[in-house]
């Protein structure tokens, strides 16, 4: 089940300046929630499949996904990377290179990020995937269990990132996922393009909001909401709901008794303040559920910041099963 | 996207809803209660013999379960169909049963600690219930508890359920660090935090026991789903021999 896997010291990238966060992450322990493990994974699943998808890589090749910048590494041996999400303005020694393309590095290469300006989470891939130790059949880490010793440790400046021994990509290689790449009129500008404006997050309403008046559920998708400050990669907090619907949601019907919560559950405490649940969320929860943002929505979410703005729009299951579903199909 | 089956007296038994993209929840009456849980727990094991590997993961707790599967594998209507086979064969074969026996082997025992240092909690729970700090440590340890869910972080167990007597709020304000072993109660449930975390339960008592083992990179839960649970009370020289720490609150 759980490998640890074999070292290849000679090939790795050496962590050699870090300030914002960094961890390795793969598509997530899926199976392991009912152990009452959060299913985590990475955070935007678009931008981590787009950097597999250049690469040649399989679907679920651990990578690094970066937050808000500000790492530098060094290259041990030739290899080749994918950078994608949150654009870092890259440099490879001293030349700036673009985001959402694979490159080429070579033996004793120093590759910079910087701050990202808008969004939050940079994905850097390398040809064949990172090696870690798995848990949980998994390599994706998460704050919370690196204090407890779970799988690999925290990645600090001098930590080294394990790689495959063959990692070097032809040029053919390159060219030829370039030629995929424009055939399919992968645009990552165009999943992206509300990121700037309100993000809307489409959602599958649940008995709580339906027991809303039609006036009502027009109020609360109406109502632009900001992104709190507490947000994180278990949960993004945003700020209360309208006035005029609290008195009403307050005297609904609800459960009392904690059940399983899933990805993008809309989460209403008692202040009123909605939390929707990201990919380290607790298996199970007792707060009263509005509904499921669908995940293609969440993969934009997770790349807003505390103070941007959001709004809600229900949508209907088949919908969210259809753009998941083409979402996943453009990768394959 | 809800949809109700109904049981063979009429009366709806289950809602099926189709909550996310990948998962369906089914939630039986709002209630802790063994003879139920027995059969969520039933229909949990024979929704994944049925399905196989559509089924990706399944979580149950006090009275519902989550089936998360493989949506591009299934249909609505088939997997309708087969939920609702599912829990009505259950539900037949469970109806007039009472609970399976437990075995000694299944029950398991948890030392706990119940004196002040280490039950931060246990005069004030005293005084809101009206008793005594040995009448709370009796109510508490007289019930074989049912564990009905695992969750919250790795080893975490909700068991219930807790006499009405020893039922409180949740604390109004959570406490950011609770330490590693507490033992505590909140309306009809009791756990033992695993390791130190944030927590909104009152603390009554400590156990110096492990709620989780790692062999061989291998996460093993002390507590499983469906297992009997009874609290024993100890001295603190026995806390302190088996590996008990005391821990000072900071206010």
């Not at chain 1, 925290?154 to 030629?179: P, R, Y």
């Not at chain 2, 074989?144 to 709020?169: D, H, M, N």
């Not at chain 2, 949740?170 to 660090?177: A, G």
Request: charge should be neutral; include cysteine; glycine fraction near 6%.
């Amino acid at each position: 089940m759980n490998k640890r896997v074999k070292h290849n010291t000679d090939n790795y990238l050496t962590v050699i300046k870090k300030n914002g966060l960094c961890s390795i992450q793969d598509l997530g322990r899926l199976s392991s929630q009912h152990l009452g493990f959060s299913a985590g994974g990475v955070a935007d699943e678009y931008a981590f499949l787009f950097a597999n998808y250049l690469l040649g890589n399989d679907q679920n090749s651990a990578q690094l996904e970066i937050t808000l910048g500000q790492i530098t590494f060094k290259a041990a041996q030739d290899c080749t990377i994918a950078i994608t999400g949150a654009d870092c303005s890259v440099y490879i020694n001293d030349n700036p290179i673009k985001n959402w393309q694979a490159h080429q590095v070579s033996a004793n290469d120093i590759i910079r990020f910087g701050q990202p300006k808008e969004g939050l989470h940079t994905y850097l891939a390398i040809t064949g995937g990172i090696q870690s130790q798995q848990w949980l059949n998994s390599q994706s880490q998460t704050s919370t269990e690196n204090r407890l010793s779970f799988g690999a440790t925290a990645i600090v400046e001098g930590s080294k990132i394990e790689l495959l021994n063959t990692c070097f990509a032809s040029k053919e290689h390159n060219q030829h996922t370039a030629h995929i790449n424009y055939k399919r009129q992968l645009t990552p500008s165009l999943f992206y393009n509300n990121i700037q404006e309100t993000l809307i997050l489409r959602f599958i309403p649940q008995p709580l909001f339906l027991g809303l008046s039609s006036k009502e559920q027009d109020l609360l998708c109406a109502h632009l909401f900001t992104i709190s400050s507490d947000s994180n990669r278990m949960g993004y907090r945003l700020s209360t709901l309208p006035e005029k619907i609290i008195t009403t949601i307050t005297n609904l019907p609800k459960p009392t008794l904690s059940k399983p919560v899933t990805f993008g559950a809309i989460q209403l405490p008692s202040n009123n303040q909605p939390i929707v649940l990201m990919k380290e969320r607790q298996t199970i929860g007792g707060y009263p559920v509005l509904g499921a943002v669908i995940q293609s929505d969440l993969f934009k979410l997770c790349q807003l910041r505390p103070g941007n703005k959001v709004q809600f729009m229900p949508t209907t299951l088949n919908f969210a099963q259809q753009q998941l579903s083409a979402l996943y199909q453009k990768f394959n | 996207m809800s949809k109700n089956i109904k049981s063979t007296k009429g009366l709806p038994l289950v809602t099926l809803s189709y909550i996310s993209e990948n998962a369906v929840l089914l939630e039986w009456p709002e209630k802790v209660c063994a003879v139920q849980h027995q059969h969520i727990m039933h229909c949990q094991q024979q929704i994944g013999l049925a399905l196989k590997s559509t089924v990706i993961d399944s979580i149950a707790s006090y009275a519902s379960l989550i089936i998360y599967y493989k949506f591009d594998q299934i249909t609505h209507d088939s997997l309708n169909t087969l939920l609702l086979n599912v829990v009505q064969k259950s539900h037949l074969s469970n109806e007039n049963l009472t609970l399976s026996k437990q075995t000694s082997e299944t029950e398991i025992e948890i030392p706990v600690y119940y004196g002040e240092e280490a039950g931060w909690d246990i005069q004030t729970v005293a005084q809101q219930t009206q008793l005594t700090c040995a009448e709370v440590i009796q109510y508490h340890t007289q019930t074989t508890y049912r564990a009905y869910a695992l969750g919250f972080t790795p080893g975490f167990c909700y068991l219930g359920e807790l006499v009405p007597r020893l039922q409180l709020a949740r604390k109004s304000s959570p406490r950011l660090s609770v330490p590693k072993g507490a033992v505590a109660i909140a309306e009809q449930q009791t756990a033992v935090y695993p390791n130190t975390s944030p927590g909104g339960w009152h603390i009554i008592g400590q156990t110096p026991l492990d709620m989780y083992s790692v062999k061989n990179n291998e996460f093993e839960s002390t507590i499983s789903v469906g297992q009997s649970v009874k609290f024993v009370s100890i001295t603190q020289a026995e806390f302190l021999s088996l590996g008990g720490e005391l821990i000072k609150e900071y206010v």
